[in-house]
């Protein structure tokens, strides 16, 4: 099968032995899409980088974002502002919704029920005229940066936001109607690819995958990151691990989202939305840019902080899963290694064991219920 289209989740090669309809055994193929995006880190400041991170997961790109700045902040402990934590949160948990919607509209569509796709693209509109609003950019925005955001968000921004959320919340409840109980969905989905919480562990699973297996494990609420531990929601979780599962968790995660987005703009408080002493940084006081060899050029080095000579691993809770990063520092402007822990990736190593023995139907099902994007899983 395969390699399927680049437009949508990227492009997955999977070999496939069948017995009949019956799948006997698969292997996934990867690298289509490998642009060697960790070397690039590592000769890249961090601020030169961040344009390349929305690459990865393209359909959630300000949680690659999130995750490229929180790890030299907290390598370096900087501190954020609280106004700059609010806008984060608001900004991550559209994403949020974005990639879920991006989700739910391929995997009906693979399925075989064509409307939701439409569905979901007018309510993707909205989010990404928000983001357009207040980053310039609708898909790769380059809007967080080392201690804050890049600006502040416009005016009348924060009401059109209160709209989107009373309006979505009535589409979800649109989109239960038309999918939840629909007799044909149940069929192709009830107690495909299940998963026992056991296994997920043992395969190192994250995200809304982990969640349908019944573990509530969400790093928002284990890592405290951000601003998370003010505001008011709940884990969704289901236990059965089916397909099933998968679909009633992720549009449970959209609601939870809206509530999270609500009590962040009620609550959003003033003050600079970026730390600007990261912008100071120690120069020598006769630097060699300043030698007459070098007085027409008119671009000076941009202002960078070296990184300590330490490693770490951050983590943030993207919708596909647990994406990490674990950053080596070398008291350079250069990471010495960034080592990207990329949630499709590590979820899709199940889906040899999910398909077997089962109809070559369900695959598409499951490959769909696994949520990747091959952007990241390829890096």
């Given at each position: 099968?395969?390699p399927h289209h680049p437009s949508m989740h990227g492009v997955l090669r999977l070999i496939v032995t069948l017995d009949g309809e019956d799948v006997i055994d698969c292997e996934?193929?990867?690298?289509?899409?490998?642009r060697g995006m960790e070397k690039i880190a590592e000769n890249r400041t961090i601020i030169q980088y961040l344009p390349y991170v929305t690459r990865w997961d393209y359909l959630a790109t300000m949680f690659t974002e999130a995750i490229t700045v929180n790890?030299?902040?907290?390598?370096?402990?900087?501190?954020?502002?609280?106004?700059?934590?609010?806008?984060?949160?608001?900004?991550?948990?559209?994403?949020?919704?974005?990639?879920?919607?991006?989700?739910?509209?391929?995997?009906?569509?693979?399925?075989?029920?064509?409307?939701?796709?439409?569905?979901?693209?007018?309510?993707?509109?909205?989010?990404?005229?928000?983001?357009?609003?207040?980053?310039?950019?609708?898909?790769?925005?380059?809007?967080?940066?080392?201690?804050?955001?890049?600006?502040?968000?416009?005016?009348?921004?924060?009401?059109?936001?209160?709209?989107?959320?009373?309006?979505?919340?009535?589409?979800?409840?649109?989109?239960?109607?038309?999918?939840?109980?629909?007799?044909?969905?149940?069929?192709?989905?009830?107690?495909?690819?299940?998963?026992?919480?056991?296994?997920?562990?043992?395969?190192?699973?994250?995200?809304?995958?982990?969640?349908?297996?019944?573990?509530?494990?969400?790093?928002?609420?284990?890592?405290?990151?951000?601003?998370?531990?003010?505001?008011?929601?709940?884990?969704?979780?289901?236990?059965?691990?089916?397909?099933?599962?998968?679909?009633?968790?992720?549009?449970?995660?959209?609601?939870?989202?809206?509530?999270?987005?609500?009590?962040?703009?009620?609550?959003?408080?003033?003050?600079?939305?970026?730390?600007?002493?990261?912008?100071?940084?120690?120069?020598?006081?006769?630097?060699?840019?300043?030698?007459?060899?070098?007085?027409?050029?008119?671009?000076?080095?941009?202002?960078?902080?070296?990184?300590?000579?330490?490693?770490?691993?951050?983590?943030?809770?993207?919708?596909?899963?647990?994406?990490?990063?674990?950053?080596?520092?070398?008291?350079?402007?250069?990471?010495?290694?960034?080592?990207?822990?990329?949630?499709?990736?590590?979820?899709?190593?199940?889906?040899?064991?999910?398909?077997?023995?089962?109809?070559?139907?369900?695959?598409?099902?499951?490959?769909?219920?696994?949520?990747?994007?091959?952007?990241?899983?390829?890096?």
């Open positions: 099968m395969g996934p193929i990867l690298g289509y899409l490998h790890a030299p902040e907290r390598l370096e402990s900087v501190q954020v502002p609280k106004r700059a934590s609010y806008i984060r949160v608001i900004m991550l948990e559209l994403s949020r919704i974005a990639s879920h919607l991006l989700w739910l509209g391929p995997f009906m569509a693979d399925i075989g029920a064509q409307t939701p796709f439409f569905y979901i693209l007018r309510e993707r509109e909205l989010i990404y005229d928000l983001f357009e609003a207040a980053t310039g950019m609708r898909m790769m925005h380059n809007y967080f940066r080392i201690g804050g955001v890049a600006a502040d968000l416009p005016y009348g921004w924060i009401d059109k936001c209160f709209d989107f959320c009373d309006y979505f919340l009535t589409e979800v409840v649109e989109y239960q109607k038309l999918i939840t109980r629909n007799p044909i969905f149940l069929e192709r989905v009830e107690g495909v690819g299940i998963i026992g919480g056991e296994e997920t562990i043992n395969w190192g699973l994250s995200g809304p995958m982990l969640r349908a297996s019944g573990i509530q494990w969400d790093l928002r609420k284990v890592d405290h990151y951000e601003c998370y531990n003010k505001f008011d929601w709940e884990v969704k979780w289901q236990k059965e691990g089916d397909t099933l599962a998968r679909y009633l968790v992720r549009i449970g995660e959209m609601q939870e989202s809206i509530k999270i987005i609500q009590q962040a703009l009620e609550g959003i408080p003033g003050g600079p939305y970026e730390n600007l002493e990261n912008r100071r940084f120690h120069r020598t006081k006769d630097s060699e840019w300043n030698n007459f060899e070098y007085r027409f050029i008119t671009k000076k080095l941009s202002p960078n902080f070296e990184l300590l000579k330490q490693e770490l691993y951050v983590r943030v809770e993207a919708p596909k899963g647990e994406l990490g990063i674990y950053l080596i520092g070398d008291s350079s402007v250069f990471p010495w290694r960034w080592k990207i822990r990329p949630p499709g990736f590590i979820n899709l190593q199940i889906l040899p064991q999910l398909v077997k023995r089962m109809k070559l139907a369900d695959i598409m099902t499951i490959l769909g219920s696994i949520d990747i994007i091959m952007g990241e899983v390829d890096r």
